[in-house]
């Protein structure tokens, strides 16, 4: 029999007992659904989880430093040249960096710890530089409130929350909820706090003429002062989340645009710019990747380039070990509808072939092959499996969607920013349809194998 | 006499167990049956008339002897092999029509062609050829429930000779219809047999049509051939009773 008849003779014959086979399908319409419900679940979480962290910057960001300098004694265990002949992490070498393929942006660590005024206040804190492509790729600028900075350069400052509290004098209680972020930007917001820093400028020794010490090239020149300065910004953000997670207990609480603290020509410990040159040497160097999983090719390619490098990226394996065996007790545990439904489709299919027995036997009298009427039966089970993963991948994205919405209301009045918890990508949609359509066709394996080994004599006896 | 054989018996036998005892449904039949026959079984309730027509048909197989169609023996041929004989060499013909009652008439009809894959325009210009033949022309999308007996056998009949068969089997095909409607049914089986030299076997229990139409008479008592009647008078039969019917043209042709 061609696949034309056989399928039209099966929808011919789920049309004849609609209802009976509507309940049928129905059941694997909400097996299906309960499936995609639990696995969209599963992988947003698992999505919402990795676009955090990337986002934070811990799976996606090597961070480069010099070999020369030798307070890092992790990186004295490393192969490769001795720190003394190692290159300068200097401005070419940032820009070579930034060329690796993989790499998006490669910029200089800028943070130091200075005195920050508020209210005639002093605050002793951690400030750091925030590229200005953070707007973009760090989630923890998202829900902030206020806005990012205005320009790459622009005299602003974005504070963490806890230090906004101890500007306004807010003191956390332990055990009780946290602040409310929005009532705790408020009176900061459009303010000013004045950042006191110290500038090197280049000393009149650091230029390369002879000196008292001999002669020595401008990479060589050592010679600076130290300028007391300060700087006003203005308070545009108060932001909830950490958006220097990644630096541990050196974490910044303050943070201005990067270019602008290039600019001021700090004084830190770790930007190793021996002048005021336009060539600054760097310790460290942050360098996003556009993949975590190049995370590794780059850090080798820095390696090779004489710096030492390190990430953070093995840590994902742990996470992405326990998404996995989330998403295995979901999908068991949605399967099991699933699995309640395909003995509903083989009582459907045994029900069939004791109403239609007759019928089995009349097709064999007129040469139906065991083969023909097993088809038969399969596509009918196979239709009901492709119905009902169909209406049930419909159903769960609906279900998904408005558990979505309700989750996005709880979240918005605990004043968190909305997430995206439920998610329904295509391999999920397909994926579920086939196993809908595979559930089925076993479920059909015994009836249909029944319907074909029918003695037809014995079938046309049958009233 | 014909020439050919069309069906050979060889000590066929046919038995069952039912519980304690063994039913002998079929008990040692030999018997040859040439190309162009029309044959009556003739026996009463459980003398094996329907056991061996169903083993002629491929419907069943023999516990021993041999049943050798064409020069087939059916009893070694597998499953798929049987379903592929009933299909293209046998028409059969049913007491209770076994038409699918969800089915239209034109469906029932087309049945056979879509196990032979016939092309789907094809076959329904064939279908309608076929009912066309036997009167049903204007029927073609009632269902089996909304048609008499009568109609609902000529039905039957032309969905046997859809697939051109070699061999017309009918198991008491007047056996659920008045005198009336019997002997038109029997009249269009007698008009195939002649018209197109197809061998017919059939299972009746009216003697009186059997003698009229069947050109030899095979009786039947306890799963044994008790009498062969060669019914010489059947050619010199009155005919002008029974009304020309066309025979069926063969695949492609136009009647």
Known sequence: ?463 | MPNSLAVRTESLCRHYQMGEALVRAVDGISIDIGAGEFVALLGASGSGKSSLLNLVAGLDRPTSGAVIVQGSNLAALSREQLAKYRLHTVGMVFQSFNLIPSMSLLENVELPLRFAEVDRRERSALARQSLERVGLSGRLAHRPTELSGGEQQRASLARALINHPKLLLADEPTGNLDSRTGTEIMQLLHSFNQSLGMTVLMVTHEQALAEKYAGRMLHLADGRLVDDVTNNDVRNNDMRNISSVEAPAPRGETP
């Not at chain 1, 720190?83 to 070579?96: I, N, T, Y």
């Not at chain 1, 997670?245 to 974490?251: D, H, K």
């Not at chain 1, 309640?340 to 019928?359: D, K, Q, W, Y």
């Not at chain 1, 994205?397 to 919405?405: D, M, P, S, T, Y």
Request: glycine share 8%.
């Open chain 1, 1 to 463: 029999m061609k696949f034309y008849d056989v399928t039209d003779l099966a929808v011919r014959n789920l049309r004849e007992s609609v209802f009976r086979n509507s309940l049928t399908t129905i059941g694997i319409s909400v097996g299906v659904a309960s499936l995609v419900a639990m696995l969209s679940l599963g992988i947003g979480v698992q999505q919402l989880a990795s676009r955090r962290l990337q986002r934070s910057g811990l799976f996606d960001t090597v961070v480069a430093t010099s070999r020369r300098d030798l307070r890092n004694f992790r990186e004295q265990r490393e192969d490769g040249p001795p720190p003394a002949e190692s290159p300068a992490l200097d401005e070419p070498a940032r820009q070579k960096i930034e060329q690796l393929p993989g790499v998006v942006e490669a910029y200089p660590d800028i943070r130091f710890v200075t005195e920050v005024r508020f209210d005639d206040k002093p605050h002793l804190t951690m400030v750091a530089g925030v590229p200005f492509s953070a707007k973009n790729n760090n989630d923890a600028f998202d829900g902030m409130q206020g806005s990012f900075f205005s320009s790459e350069a622009a005299p602003e400052v974005i504070l963490q929350k806890s230090f906004a509290e101890e500007l306004l004098g807010i003191k956390p209680k332990p055990g009780a909820d946290d602040t409310n972020i929005a009532e705790l930007a408020k009176p900061l917001l459009g303010k000013e706090v004045t950042m006191r820093y110290a500038e090197r400028t280049a000393s009149p020794s650091a230029s390369p003429t002879k000196t008292g010490l001999g002669e020595r090239g401008p990479s060589d020149a050592a010679a600076y002062s130290v300028v007391s300065r300060q700087q006003v910004l203005k308070i545009v953000g108060v932001t909830d989340l950490d958006p220097d997670s990644m630096r541990g207990t050196a974490r910044a609480r303050v943070f201005l645009p990067l270019k602008l603290a290039q600019d001021l020509h700090l004084m830190q410990s770790n930007l190793r710019d021996t002048s005021a040159s336009d060539s600054p040497s760097y310790t460290s160097l942050s360098v996003r990747v556009g993949n975590p999983n190049q995370v590794p090719a780059v850090e080798d390619a820095i390696k090779k380039m004489g710096f030492s490098a390190f990430s953070i990226v093995d840590a994902t394996r742990s996470m992405r070990q326990f998404f996995a065996v989330l998403d295995g007790f979901l999908a068991i545990f949605g399967s099991l509808a699933l699995a309640v439904a395909s003995i509903g489709i083989v009582n459907t299919l045994v029900m069939a072939i004791l109403e239609r027995r007759r019928e089995i036997g009349i097709m064999k009298a007129l040469g139906a092959s065991d083969a023909e009427v097993r088809g038969l039966f399969f596509a009918e089970a196979g239709a009901m499996g492709l119905v009902g993963g169909a209406v049930g991948v419909t159903l769960g994205w609906a279900l998904g969607r408005l558990i979505n919405f309700g989750m996005n209301i709880y979240l918005q009045r605990q004043h968190f920013p909305p997430a995206e918890i439920w998610s329904v990508p295509l391999w999920l949609v397909l994926s579920a349809i086939a196993f809908s359509v595979a559930v089925s066709l076993l479920s059909g394996l015994y009836p249909a194998t029944r319907a074909a080994r029918l003695d037809p004599v014995q079938a046309l006896r049958y009233e």
